[in-house]
């Protein structure tokens, strides 16, 4: 793949990313019905995908990697339940900065759990991402829906935070379309028992917005990050996944009239440029020592 390919693949990547809370905010359902319907039309997609490369579906897979595999599932169901509870509770944009904040909980969480030394560098950029949420942060009284909205998305950012820790120790050796088909078909087993009894509510609109939102938002995306991740080093297409909130504050400006305020913006700013630094600070030359960054 040339570099030029590679790029537009992790822009067109970066776009779909953005556009999951847009789905959130047009599928009329709970969250729990969203988080496994997306799961289940991603699951077919991508073992359809594994299955036309001539792969198995338990390629790489060792008999104690599948204890990882449903934990990172259980983080994954929760991380995409609660971004979707902070969509409908406090709208996109807040919804979408406030799940940015997650890199900032993976240093926290290397330092807390594996011990594993941060920097000064590190902890400046924590300090950066911490101030941009309290920029974002529309109010400090949990009476405000928008307060309560980034609250549930700081959840989503933790949760995310813990499901990417959990994916690199478990999918070193997996190829990484089966690592994502076998956690989005647990995310969907987890997830169905608790969306069933509302699984006649959403109208055929709503379950056409789920099928794009399994199919482009999480099949295809994850897809054209892992092609392009053959040329570019997967901390640089990092950078580019930075964007997937600019995007989202974009179509949700665009398409619903939901504007953030000033305050929310600057906030915004602050926080992704210290994860694009801390994207351009780390970058690494080789493309196959990277592990691939992990996004919406």
């Given amino acids: 793949m040339t570099h030029k390919r590679a790029l537009l693949y992790i822009h067109i990547a970066a776009v779909l990313f953005g556009l999951t809370g847009i789905f959130g905010e047009l599928i009329q359902s709970s969250a729990m019905f969203i988080t496994a319907g997306r799961a289940t039309f991603a699951t077919l ?113 933790l949760t995310f935070a813990l499901f990417t820790i959990i994916n690199r120790r478990a999918a070193g050796h997996i190829p990484a379309l089966q690592v994502a088909c076998w956690e989005n078909g647990f995310v969907a087993l987890l997830c169905w028992p608790f969306a069933i009894s509302v699984i006649g509510d959403p109208g055929a609109i709503d379950w056409f917005w789920t099928a794009l939102l399994g199919v482009f938002c999480t099949a295809l995306s994850h897809y054209l990050l892992v092609s392009s991740l053959s040329t570019l080093n997967a901390r640089s297409a990092g950078i580019v996944i930075a964007l997937e909130p600019v995007y989202a504050i974009a179509f949700a400006a665009i398409l619903f009239a939901q504007y953030p305020s000033v305050r929310a913006l600057i906030g915004g700013c602050i926080m992704i440029a210290a994860i694009v630094w801390s994207g351009l600070r780390k970058a690494e030359p080789d493309p196959a020592s990277a592990s691939t960054p992990s996004v919406t």
Avoid: Y
């Avoid at 983080?75 to 339940?81: G, Y």
């Avoid at 997650?102 to 950029?125: D, G, N, Q």
């Fill in 45 to 157: 997609i991508l073992f359809i995908i594994i299955r036309a490369q001539g792969r198995r579906i338990n390629e790489g897979l060792r008999h104690n990697d599948w204890q990882l595999l449903l934990i990172a599932a259980v983080m994954l169901a929760i991380h995409w339940a609660t971004f979707f509870i902070a969509v409908k509770v406090g709208g996109i944009a807040i919804a979408t900065l406030g799940f940015a904040s997650f890199p900032a909980f993976i240093t926290l969480c290397e330092w807390l759990v594996l011990r594993e030394k941060v920097s000064r560098t590190e902890w400046l950029i924590l300090a950066l991402v911490s101030f941009g949420l309290l920029l974002v942060t529309p109010s400090f009284d949990f009476a405000d829906q928008s307060t309560v909205g980034l609250a549930w998305a700081l959840v989503s950012g």
